[in-house]
């Protein structure tokens, strides 16, 4: 059996979490629309092992990095592309290259930068902005305190990145921050949504795609998504 795996038997099923981490099903009628579910073998199993509270940071942050770049092979799948003349040693032939616009990846300040290493594994030009909100205790409104983007910024398409979309507050505030900035194309990426969240996003941005790696379906009274993984910066930094 794989190292962080324990198969549970009947005797423990005490010991499983009540909440049920569904696998996704990209053909439920209650799916929304504009999201994608990457319900790939890989990628499920993947985020089994990060949601377990046995799995150890140093195992988090590789499985996390290691989802973030199956996620970004489809975000991008559909980027414009052209078709250029090249000599291989043995002969002239046309094929396909990227074109369109160019890249931004946007973290959400700190568990974003999860994601960033990943996709940039994949994505070696693409430049990198981030963005750091926190939630007014009062209003339990985001309030900006960070925003670094690129100066043409404008004329890229930015993917957004955070691995938790829990209540949709933050992402919501991201996304009005960088249209305000002359953002016109942009995907957000996400590893757990909860269904509530999404349900925000799409209101609030349906021009925004999203991509993740698994919905559930509630929130508890502190905002974590059920069953969800935790807090993920904390998991990601060990800073609990
Ligand atoms: N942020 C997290 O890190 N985890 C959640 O469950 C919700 C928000």
Redesign the pocket.
């Known amino acids: 059996m794989q190292r962080g795996f324990r198969s549970v038997t009947m005797n423990d099923m005490s010991a499983v979490p009540a909440v049920e981490a569904r696998a996704p099903d990209p053909s439920d009628p209650a799916s929304l629309s504009g999201v994608m579910v990457v319900d790939h073998p890989l990628v499920q199993h993947k985020v089994t092992l990060v949601r377990s509270e046995d799995t150890t940071t140093d195992n988090f942050r590789r499985l996390v990095r290691e989802i973030s770049q199956l996620l970004t092979y489809e975000a991008t799948r559909d980027l414009a592309m052209e078709t250029i003349a090249i000599r291989t040693p043995i002969a002239a032939t046309q094929s396909r290259v990227l074109s369109g616009k160019k890249l931004c990846l946007v973290s959400i300040l700190r568990?974003g930068n999860g994601f960033i290493d990943g996709m940039l594994d994949l994505l070696p030009a693409a430049r990198v902005g981030h963005i750091g909100l926190y939630r007014d205790p009062e209003t339990l409104e985001p309030i900006e305190y960070y925003f670094k983007m690129p100066e043409d910024i404008q004329e890229r398409m930015v993917i957004v990145v955070d691995?938790?979309l829990?209540t949709g507050n933050s992402a919501i505030a991201a996304l009005n921050r960088l249209k305000e900035a002359g953002v016109t194309t942009m995907k957000y990426v996400c590893l757990i949504a909860s269904r509530p969240g999404l349900r925000a996003l799409r209101a609030a941005h349906p021009d925004v795609g999203i991509v993740t790696a698994a919905i559930d379906e509630t929130l508890n009274e502190h905002?974590?998504?059920v069953p969800?993984l935790?807090?993920?910066?904390d998991r990601l930094y060990g800073t609990r």
């Not at 935790?230 to 910066?233: Q, V």
């Open positions: 568990a691995p938790m829990a905002g974590y998504i969800g935790g807090d993920a910066g």
